[in-house]
């Protein structure tokens, strides 16, 4: 069977004639081709010098000699008469520049009208021609007859100073809803924006099979494919392994590369396969796709959940698995419905621990405990691929056709949690970038900390995918890396698993991992090592046919990942006859239904975590508002923002009354509705406190804010005048470190956090605690009752706001459609917070004492709950992980029964809420003499939390115990039960304290 293959595959290729080396054209008197864009130009003695000069240069399409000077072109289009010149072409790289095209969106919440329509990908470059070659090749690779391109900017950093961001579209024909108009609304160097798509004709050297010949192929799953129905991958009576490889057996060397390419693979119309999208945003709803709405209903939308950060502070499994569940219904709604070029396997959920405070993208992910952040992902991945209700406690099936909803890609695999750091906070030396960072992982770290969540996700939920890091581990790029293949392999795993940020290319590029001298030895480590079947990048669908003929990648390499990456499309049920589909009917009832909407608020409700709460100023009392003379006052740079809620990899929200606002609140519009739901017409007024650099963006958030005095004493003025004081702070700020004077664009490495952002600081920025402070020492001087709200994802070390303020409710990023109405809820006791911190809340100095490079857990002064801190010397944390409070209080009783730990939790308050239990292993004080490491203070082993206690009454919690949650990690990677007794250790984040001892041997 193999040599067979290896024949089919390898006449496919060797039947074509190579590829002659690109040459000159004739050269053409009186004209230059391609003017306007100009790649580069120097002196050159002749016309073929000139020539000879940019076939050298790969991204040259064309050339002109004009007065002993030679320009170079990124396209063959237009042209322009000039008497002396002499221009010429490159075949091979005649990009015709078709023209200038409207991208456009018709009205609020419909969807865009672009000249083509399938998203190809996103990425930044240093030059526009760079980008337009890179979108040609990448269209042309995957068998499309155009590419469009457009572009914004793009946040500044110190390597990439003038990089911008682009936008690549294929497509076989123009929209001919998409307009054209003159070329000077597209920039001059080819490349569209503000509104405007550049479109080029590519169609003179296609590269791969043609995805375009014959039309488009209609809607629907393979094996409803005309061309397909005669295949054996379309008999469903054989068994599904037999199905994958009678597929894999019909791909042609040529097909291959592409086919394995994020994130769009092409269509094979011979063989009657649609194109396949791989890497749906999804970490939170689905994001970042062609169509998150209903084109006749604008205002219904993919759901937009608070951020995994929020879901993991509510403790809740149910909560957990319901975000996951509803994304996997309406990624599958969407596809039934054909209204999004995006696909069904998802790039979420993040699950890298918060190892540090500091890092842009811990708002993704869940927690700084591996259990948390495990437990999250397997509920996640249950309720995604197998649409499992909280109730249903069976174990993920066995393969089967069409088992999968949707697909989870748990990432990033491993030791990331870095995205662009300097150490003396400028940027300009000394810097980390998770492209070329090296985390240096121990053992014990791997076996204790990095390792857990994806094992916990794939063994206990099945996740089916799996995405590697951008950086190295231990010196080994981790998409090439066998230390983290046989962990995966360890766990069971048998799906497929990508790469991130082209990080094949980049193991060949000498400015980032510089690992491999070329891009066919890079596709050798990758396949080989790393076992990556999907290339986020162009390296396979460029270079996979070359690495195959020179003898480097053998044909079991390639098979393999061809058949993991059909396997899972096999899975969603992509290649069974519409009668099969098990997903089938899903449609718009399955999209932001009365269900959703319900957990959306739920999620919001309990993410929200309560950490001060002084003379009991929460929750604010309605009663005292029946006479509406002072007003409440809610001030804050950004407090008026919807969007500022969602946190990133939110979906875009429709324009309505002029906001990006999806017709959903901010805070004081939410404050507003609560109150006059509750009989009370009193003022609501906001008050920015600062100014912005850029006011009145659609968003409302405060881009770039600033110290303005007038503006403050005015906030403060208000603040005085009102009947309470709500103060909204988040991490948006001046660059750097709020300094006057220039700013470089929006990057901030004091405050701003996201991707490719990480803070300097676990500080608030400077205009944001000047004002809160300002604030503060006004309202407490007058005794008016003042609330400070922080919306943030990385912890804040707030030392000085924590002193002065009353209450401080952590809403983190609690969603834009219902995080502002849960916000006002709690703070005028319609609900009652009951969210638990996911990690530890440090001191500031914490920063000076922590390098943020270090991937150690245990080295002083040690990071998070378990190792922190390694002495007695250390100043105290601000809040403890599994911290929250309540409107009410509880009382803890537990018993030991052989192994099962029982609580009773008690509301001895006044007012119905719900309490997250907690139950942690305490070590021994000398385990490390059996471990050979440091031992952790306390590890939690489980958790379980009770819902809507009424006041006065009880519930019950019991945990079962066993060996394998005592066991130790050891310094050599491996795990130890120690032989003694074992002390566990009930708690609900404060307050008392149970310790109990376990006999594990009996």
């Not at 969603?572 to 909407?597: M, V, Y």
Request: glycine letters at 8%.
């Amino acid at each position: 069977m193999e040599g067979i293959v290896c024949a089919v595959i390898l006449h496919v290729v060797t039947s074509s004639p190579s590829p002659s080396p690109p040459s000159c054209s004739s050269p053409v008197h009186g004209v230059i081709i391609g003017f306007g864009n100009n790649l580069r130009n120097a002196n050159a003695p002749s016309i073929d010098a000139c020539c000879d000069a940019c076939v050298k240069q790969k991204d040259c399409a064309s050339w002109t000699y004009h007065n002993g000077m030679c320009y170079q072109h990124g396209a063959v289009t237009p042209t322009t008469k000039v008497a002396a010149a002499v221009s010429g072409i490159v075949p091979g790289r005649d990009k015709v520049l078709i023209g200038c095209f409207k991208d456009f969106v018709p009205a609020p919440g419909v969807p865009p009208v672009r000249a083509l329509i399938h998203f190809n990908s996103s990425f930044s470059s240093a030059t526009d021609s760079e980008a337009v070659q890179q979108c040609v090749d990448s269209c042309n690779i995957t068998g499309y007859l155009k590419a469009g391109l457009t572009t914004s900017e793009l946040s500044r950093n110190s390597i990439e100073k003038d990089d911008r961001k682009y936008w690549c579209y294929c497509g076989c024909q123009l929209n001919t809803n998409s307009p054209q108009v003159p070329f000077d609304n597209c920039s001059r160097s080819g490349v569209g924006a503000n509104g405007f798509m550049s479109v080029y004709d590519v169609s003179m050297t296609p590269k791969s099979t043609p995805t375009c010949p014959g039309g488009a192929l209609p809607p629907g799953p393979a094996c409803s494919q005309k061309a397909a129905q005669n295949f054996s991958f379309c008999n469903t009576s054989l068994s599904l392994d037999a199905r994958i490889n009678d597929l894999v057996n019909r791909i042609t060397l040529q097909e291959a590369g592409p086919l394995l390419t994020a994130r769009q693979s092409p269509a094979i119309p011979r063989l009657g396969i649609p194109p396949f999208y791989w890497g749906t945003n999804a970490i939170h709803g689905i994001a970042r796709v062609t169509h998150t709405c209903l084109p006749n209903d604008p205002l219904t939308c993919a759901t937009s959940f608070p951020q995994s950060l929020n879901i993991g502070c509510t403790f809740n499994r149910s909560i957990a698995r319901g975000v996951g569940r509803t994304i996997g219904r309406e990624m599958r709604a969407f596809a039934n419905l054909n209204l999004s070029a995006d696909g069904l396997t998802s790039w979420s959920p993040t699950i890298n621990i918060i190892r540090d405070p500091r890092w842009g993208r811990n708002q993704e992910t869940v927690s700084e405990d591996p259990l948390v952040a495990g437990t999250y992902a397997m509920e996640f991945s249950l309720g995604m691929q197998y649409n499992r209700s909280a109730s249903d406690a069976t174990p993920p099936p066995r393969a089967t056709s069409g088992e999968f909803m949707a697909v989870a890609t748990l990432k990033h695999f491993t030791g990331y949690s870095l995205e662009q750091w300097s150490r003396d906070g400028n940027w300009t030396e000394n810097q980390y970038d998770r492209t070329t960072f090296d985390a240096n992982i121990s053992l014990l770290d791997m076996e204790s900390t990095y390792s857990q969540p994806f094992k916990k996700a794939i063994m206990g939920g099945g996740a089916a995918g799996v995405m590697y890091a951008c950086n190295k581990v231990n010196g080994v790029p981790s998409v090439a890396n066998p230390t983290l293949r046989k962990l995966l392999d360890s766990f069971s795993f048998d799906g497929y698993r990508t790469t991130d940020g082209d990080g094949i290319n980049g193991m060949n590029d000498p400015g980032r991992q510089n690992y491999t001298s070329n891009q066919e030895d890079s596709i050798l480590v990758a396949l080989r090592d790393g076992e990556s079947d999907i290339d986020d990048g162009g390296t396979y669908a460029e270079y996979m046919a070359n690495a195959v003929l020179e003898n480097k990648v053998n044909m079991t390499l390639l098979r393999r990942a061809l058949y993991n990456t059909f396997r899972i499309r096999f899975r969603l049920g992509l290649f069974d006859p519409p009668s099969q589909q098990k997903w089938g009917t899903f449609d718009e009832r399955a999209i932001h239904n009365e269900e959703a909407q319900t957990l959306n608020k739920d999620a919001s409700r309990q993410s929200l975590v309560l950490l001060q709460n002084n003379k009991s100023t929460l929750p604010l009392p309605i009663s005292t508002l029946q006479s509406p003379s002072k007003p409440i006052v809610i001030i804050g740079g950004s407090a008026n923002s919807t969007v500022l809620l969602g946190g990133s990899y939110a979906r875009t929200f429709s324009v309505v009354d002029g906001y990006t606002t999806g017709g959903f609140p901010a805070i004081p519009q939410a404050v507003k509705q609560v109150l006059h739901d509750n009989g009370n017409k009193r003022d609501v007024e906001w008050y920015p406190g600062m100014a912005c650099l850029e006011p009145g963006r659609s968003s409302q958030i405060c881009s770039k804010p600033r110290k303005n005095v007038t503006l403050l004493n005015e906030a403060v003025n208000a603040a005085l005048e009102a009947h309470q004081v709500i103060i909204v702070v988040n991490l948006q700020s001046l660059s750097p470190c709020d300094a006057e004077g220039p700013v470089d664009g929006e990057f901030n490495p004091c405050g701003y956090e996201a991707e490719q952002h990480d803070r300097y600081s676990t500080a608030l920025p400077r205009v944001q605690e000047s004002l809160a402070l300002a604030v503060l020492n006004a309202t407490n001087n007058a005794n008016i009752p003042t609330v400070v709200v922080l919306v943030h994802g990385g912890a804040l070390s707030i030392e000085t706001i924590k002193d002065k303020a009353d209450a401080i409710l952590d809403a983190h990023y609690p969603g834009v459609e219902t995080g502002a109405m849960a916000i006002a809820e709690t703070l005028y006791g319609m609900n009652n917070p009951s969210g638990k911190l996911t990690y530890t809340v440090f001191p500031t100095i914490f920063t000076n004492l922590s390098d943020f490079a270090s991937m150690d857990m245990t080295t002083s002064p040690g990071r998070g709950y378990r190792y922190y801190p390694t002495s007695s010397n250390l100043p105290p944390v601000l809040w403890p992980f599994g911290w929250g409070l309540s409107y009410t209080n509880f009382s803890l009783s537990c018993s030991l029964t052989q192994m099962t730990v029982s609580c009773t939790v008690k509301n001895v308050g006044s007012r119905q809420g719900s309490e997250v239990v907690q139950l942690y292993h305490i070590p021994p004080a000398n385990a490390s003499h059996y471990t050979g490491a440091v031992s952790p203070h306390r590890i939690l082993i489980d958790f379980q939390r009770v819902d809507s206690v009424e006041a006065g009454q009880t519930s019950k919690v019991n945990f079962l115990v066993t060996e394998e949650q005592f066991k130790l990690a050891t310094s050599s990677g491996g795990r130890v039960l120690l032989p003694m007794p074992q002390t566990v250790s009930v708690s609900r984040g404060h307050g008392e304290e149970i310790q109990l001892t376990v006999d594990v041997s009996k």
